[in-house]
């Protein structure tokens, strides 16, 4: 009697140090955030030279289209708008085409001016490179000779919601 | 003496060995930190790729684990799942043993270090690392309790 005593007490002593001494443990608390994120970039710095016509038809318009824009955006509905810093001369139209992500939408073809166009809307939680930009100088005859302009195209992304 | 009296005299010298070697081990199994890492937030990315991750190498653990016989392990886990799109890994730097590198956190505990046969160095680096792909969105300043565990392994 006494002996099964001792031992069941043994027993129970190393069965409750065989579950107390099997871990131990620590904890850290991490604090973590991802705030809105819009970001977009362009590649290429194209020159556009008008030098030629079909006779009986306006001069030939010329594009460039080894440029490209890449985004990353995780809001949902941005939009990207284009600008330049003065006008155009005269009878001169500088248009830019950008390929919309997935999921977006480009408005195509569009004259850019001082007044900031929308050039592609919806682009929503996305990160996607090397997209293609082209863009198309239009001359008319009245236009005359231009000598060599630049103009500055200024792309902003806003982030929607 | 009475035979009565000889068992429970027999029993309290059981309890008092068994309590020394409970506590002896206790004392052996301790893993402690140094604190929790600052708040990690992403903020930013180069246009066409994922939000940029952050990390945090700033806090240190240390194990009073002097294993005799069989090894130990640390574990990891988090008391509720990252948010999707978002993913917090942790790596245990370890003297001894091996290191898994880095880790995914879930809620399901799992291996950072194996195999620890001896006493740790103290003040060895835990590096957290954030990340989050672009249709995580944008996601609230929040939390996770990160445990470590540190068990016994054969």
Do not use: C
């Not at chain 1, 949902?76 to 003065?86: D, G, L, R």
């Not at chain 2, 052996?28 to 990390?55: E, L, N, Y």
């Not at chain 2, 069989?70 to 790596?91: K, R, W, Y």
């Amino acid at each position: 009697m006494s002996k099964s005593t001792n031992f069941l007490a043994i027993g129970a002593l190393v069965a409750f140090a065989a579950v107390n001494t099997a871990s131990a443990q620590v904890t850290q608390t991490v604090t973590f955030e991802v705030t809105a994120i819009n970001q977009i970039s362009v590649t290429g710095a194209p020159s556009l030279v008008i030098n030629t016509a079909t006779a009986g038809s306006a001069p030939t318009s010329v594009t460039a289209a080894a440029n490209s824009w890449s985004v990353t955006t995780n809001q949902s509905t941005a939009w990207i708008t284009a600008i330049i810093p003065s006008d155009m001369p005269a009878g001169l139209t500088l248009s830019a085409i950008l390929t919309a992500p997935a999921g977006a939408t480009s408005a195509g073809l569009i004259a850019l001016s001082t007044t900031a166009v929308n050039v592609v809307t919806g682009i929503t939680k996305l990160n996607s490179a090397a997209l293609g930009l082209t863009y198309t100088l239009d001359a008319t005859a009245a236009a005359g000779v231009v000598t060599s302009a630049t103009r500055v195209v200024t792309y902003t992304i806003t982030g929607g919601v | 003496m009475n035979a009565s009296a000889s068992a429970v005299r027999r029993i309290w010298r059981t309890v008092a060995v068994a309590g020394l070697a409970f506590g002896a081990r206790e004392a052996r199994a301790q893993v402690s930190v140094s604190g929790s890492p600052a708040a990690m937030k992403v903020t930013m990315a180069v246009a066409g790729s994922a939000p940029a991750a952050v990390s945090d190498a700033l806090t240190t653990y240390s194990s009073a684990t002097n294993p005799a016989p069989g090894h130990f392990s640390i574990t990891a886990s988090i008391n509720s799942p990252m948010p999707a799109g978002v993913t917090l890994t942790i790596t245990l730097a370890a003297s001894q043993g091996s290191s898994a590198g880095a880790v995914t956190l879930s809620t399901v505990a799992q291996n950072v270090v194996t195999g620890i046969a001896k006493k740790m160095n103290n003040g060895q680096t835990i590096t957290y690392n954030l990340s989050a792909t672009a249709a995580a969105g944008v996601v609230p300043l929040q939390t996770r309790q990160v445990t470590l565990t540190q068990i016994s392994t054969p």
